[in-house]
């Protein structure tokens, strides 16, 4: 089974006395921000990106700590399509370059110098938001034999190494054992009861021809009006 890249943040937070002043200007724009606009998950992810950049020393002492403090989120947001409307939270681009008070020239050069020194890609699982790992496909890809596979389809001896070895954030089998079972057989709708004679309002004459009542017939097949 292939070891995946992990990220070098989590090896240490010596930073040269420079890089840890810039490393603390970053991190106080990042966290105003993320506080702000953004989440919890979203602040720990930047933190993290803004020690890796720092240990490898690739902001300049004499660039704003705002242009990579806005190219981190920039990095960020792209991994977890910040800018898709339909999740929550999301922000175009301009919005986040705005909230800097960085032009958008200097927030996406600074972004792609980060995604290229990191080697990010979207959905990258080193960086994907927790509450998007479950549905990330790209977490779940390894190489096993040779081979490219969906790890949640392997049997759980295989997940339970691929745990041990900290490719895979869980185990998928102990989710889907969690997962209520959907239950089985045809859903039986009942028809309402036959009204009361008391209650059905009684016609003064009713024609001999008169065909059967309309209803009675849904009855006998099992039909039933959606109220």
Not at 48 to 68: D, H
Request: with cysteine; aromatic share 6%; net charge negative.
């Amino acid at each position: 089974m292939k070891q995946k890249k992990g990220r070098s943040k989590r090896a240490s937070k010596d930073f040269r006395d420079e890089y840890q002043r810039i490393f603390t200007e970053i991190l106080k724009l990042t966290d105003a921000f993320c506080e702000t606009y953004l989440n919890e998950d979203y602040r720990k992810l930047c933190e993290e990106m803004a020690m890796v950049i720092c240990l490898g020393e690739l902001p300049s002492e004499k660039e704003r700590p705002a242009g990579w403090a806005s190219g981190i989120v920039h990095a960020v947001g792209r991994v977890n399509c910040l800018q898709d409307p339909t999740l929550s939270p999301h922000m175009t681009s301009s919005q986040v370059a705005e909230g800097f008070g960085i032009s958008m020239a200097t927030m996406q050069a600074k972004s792609r110098i980060i995604r290229d020194e990191l080697d990010i890609v979207t959905l990258d699982p080193d960086w994907c938001l927790p509450a998007l790992l479950k549905d990330n496909p790209l977490v779940w890809m390894l190489e096993v034999n040779g081979f490219i596979m969906d790890i949640r389809i392997a049997p759980r001896e295989v997940q339970e190494e691929a745990y041990r070895q900290g490719l895979i954030p869980f185990i998928p089998a102990d989710e889907q054992e969690l997962e209520p079972k959907p239950k089985t057989g045809p859903k039986i709708i009942e028809f309402p009861s036959k009204q009361s004679e008391t209650s059905r309002p009684k016609s003064p004459q009713r024609p001999k021809d008169d065909g059967p009542d309309l209803f009675e017939g849904l009855e006998k097949q099992g039909i039933s009006d959606a109220q």
